[in-house]
């Protein structure tokens, strides 16, 4: 499997894999024009925070490869109308607006005289460490993470957040692969994570990519498999994490934490630094994506349609898991600990011991 975010420097073109379609096919798409980059976000062609954040990255660079500005002003005109299209693509998401605001204040800084051409190169260039270093990153919170597994778990798993949510490696995905390959004996409960299956397709999928032994489960079945004593740990992804430490992820997160909290079972959100949101005090304050009502509805059973002609349906996609229901957050500075208020800001600013 190739990268899931990669730039094509023989062809000046972004491929990204097509997650829409996987387990049952595998495509790569090619991207020219950043207004596609920002629909292929939109569609979900790509998806997990980190992904997104180098996918608009790599959109930037296409804007500025294609734009006609002959100054330096009028480039960083187009890039900020670019970087806007793109930020609407995904709202909850804190590495899109992160990733975009990191591309602008890198332009930005680029000499007042520099020509246009060298700042399109720059930008190209800004947008290539960003994805280097999101690999780096993924790798450095498996190892921390890895650390929380123990030889014989049983771990419950939400949503997708491996290779596919990330440039490489994943994120809670990517700490249960690294306890595989330190030789740990672990096994994975996969909760489909309904309406768009993103569990049972791709999670599923990157598993049996890497010999890990799992199930896929209902995301109803958790509570049963908590309470019974048959899962030790639980991991997952976010896609923002407040000051105060409240987690929006995947939508069923909320209730998976809660079960494992009645329960007493570790619940372990694998996040890098771009993720948390210190401008963003808490859960409330974070807009939850509602996505079309066809995504619920188009599911169907035996071939036939779940649902009666008529139906309604609502579809947010993420919700939010609060603090008190969190053991501790794995990035790539450490595990940050309780109080979360304090330890967030403290890792944010590279203070952390």
């Known amino acids: 499997m190739t990268r899931t975010v990669e730039w094509d420097y023989n062809h ?18 090619i991207y020219n024009d950043y207004r596609d980059v920002a629909d292929a976000i939109r569609e979900m062609v ?7 954040g180098v996918t608009a990255a ?21 890039l900020r109308a670019a970087a806007d299209q793109l930020q609407k693509a995904r709202p909850t998401a804190n590495n899109l607006s992160w990733a975009l605001k990191w591309m602008l204040a890198a332009a930005e800084a680029q000499a007042v005289d520099v020509a246009p051409n060298l700042l399109r190169i720059a930008i190209l260039e800004e947008a290539q460490k960003l994805a280097d270093e999101d690999v780096r990153t ?7 993470g890895a650390s929380l597994i123990d030889d014989g778990d049983t771990i419950i798993h939400h949503c997708n957040t491996g290779s596919l949510a990330a440039v490489d490696w994943g994120t809670a995905l990517g700490v249960i692969r690294m306890a595989h390959e330190q030789g740990k004996h672990i096994h994975v ?13 791709l999670t599923a999928w990157e598993l049996q990519q890497y010999g890990i032994p799992y199930d896929i489960i209902a995301d109803g079945a958790s509570g ?3 309470s019974s004593g048959q899962v030790q740990k639980v991991f997952f992804g976010a896609d923002r994490v407040a000051a105060n430490g409240d987690v929006a ?5 909320y209730m998976l934490a809660l079960a494992a909290h009645d329960n007493q079972i570790p619940v372990y959100p694998v996040v890098p630094i771009s993720t948390i949101d210190i401008a963003t005090p808490d859960g409330k304050a974070i807009p939850i994506e509602e996505r079309t009502q066809q995504e619920v509805l188009a599911l169907s059973y035996d071939g036939q349609p ?6 309604s349906a609502r579809n947010p996609a993420f919700d939010i898991t609060p603090n008190r229901l969190v053991t501790a957050i794995v990035t790539e500075v450490g595990i940050i600990d309780p109080p979360f208020k304090r330890n967030l800001r403290k890792a944010v600013e590279g203070k952390l011991k």
């Open 12 to 29: 000046g073109q972004l491929r990204l894999i097509d997650q829409r379609i996987l387990p049952g096919d595998y495509r790569v798409m």
């Open 58 to 78: 790599f959109g930037l660079a296409l804007a500025a490869r294609h734009s006609k500005a002959r100054t330096r002003a009028a480039l960083l005109v187009e």
């Open 306 to 311: 779940v649902f009666p002609n008529g139906a």
């Open 138 to 144: 993924n790798q450095e919170m498996a190892f921390f």
């Open 46 to 52: 790509v998806r997990g925070a980190p992904a997104i």
């Open 224 to 226: 049963y498999f908590l």
């Open 249 to 253: 992820n995947k939508i069923g997160t």
């Open 189 to 201: 409960l996969v909760d489909e994570t309904r309406p768009r299956l993103q569990g049972a397709r």
